[in-house]
């Protein structure tokens, strides 16, 4: 089933990100477009401040070979960026791992990638590979693509349901267990005992709405 997720890195982490330091209040924009090895969307928006030379706030950076202003409009400024590929970032891991891009937006706290796989498994892969190469990603949101939902499915919070994808994919259940709560945590952004409670109540509702002869409880 097509699944979309919402992910995130620290705004330094991208190599638009270098804007930041010289202008924390912008926020900057990609434009929509599935990421080919021929064209690695080269637009992108830089929106919330009005200066001279929009070009010389960015610094250089190994995964930035170009940027050109294209066009302004009072404080927004649409620029066009030519990649270095050859650097691993976000942007080389959608290419290589084929997973189109919906929408990237960065401010000087995070960036926030949405992204759209074929089937989980598909994020998945996109995930162990920003981990392998060292970008450090954090999964704040995953659900269908559709509004169809499961009977396990709807018994589930989409808080649990996020908490169970991913500890599923990181090894959790594994034996031995390839990953700990606390590492999920931080993944998740809340604590080794939100974790241990989200996993524990999911699990409940699960086996309640497919075991026979059981009755599940919100208790």
């Known amino acids: 089933m097509a699944t979309e997720a919402t992910f995130t890195v620290p705004s330094d982490q991208f190599p638009l990100g270098t804007i930041f330091t010289q202008l924390p209040d912008v926020t900057v924009e990609l434009e929509r477009l599935i990421p080919s090895r021929d064209v690695v969307i080269p637009y992108f928006w830089v929106r919330g401040t009005a200066v001279d030379d929009i070009e010389s706030a960015f610094s250089a950076h190994p995964g930035v070979r170009q940027i050109q202003l294209v066009d302004s409009v009072d404080d927004e400024y649409l620029l ?53 190469v060292g970008i450090p990603v954090t999964l704040t949101e995953l659900h269908a693509l559709t509004p169809v939902e499961t009977e396990t499915e709807a018994a589930l919070t989409e808080t649990q349901q996020n908490a169970l994808v991913l500890a599923y994919e990181r090894g959790y259940f594994e034996s031995p267990r390839e990953v700990t709560m606390e590492e999920l945590g931080d993944e998740l952004g809340i604590s080794q005992q939100a974790v241990g409670s989200r996993l524990r109540r999911g699990t409940k509702h699960i086996l309640g709405s497919t075991l026979p002869a059981t009755e599940d409880s919100n208790q």
């Open 80 to 132: 066009r960026v030519e990649w270095s590929l050859e650097y691993d970032d976000v942007l080389s891991v959608l290419i290589e791992t084929d997973i189109p891009l919906i929408k990237a937006t960065g401010t000087n706290q995070q960036w926030t990638f949405d992204i759209r796989g074929d089937s989980r498994s598909d994020l998945a892969t996109f995930h162990s590979r920003c981990r392998e």
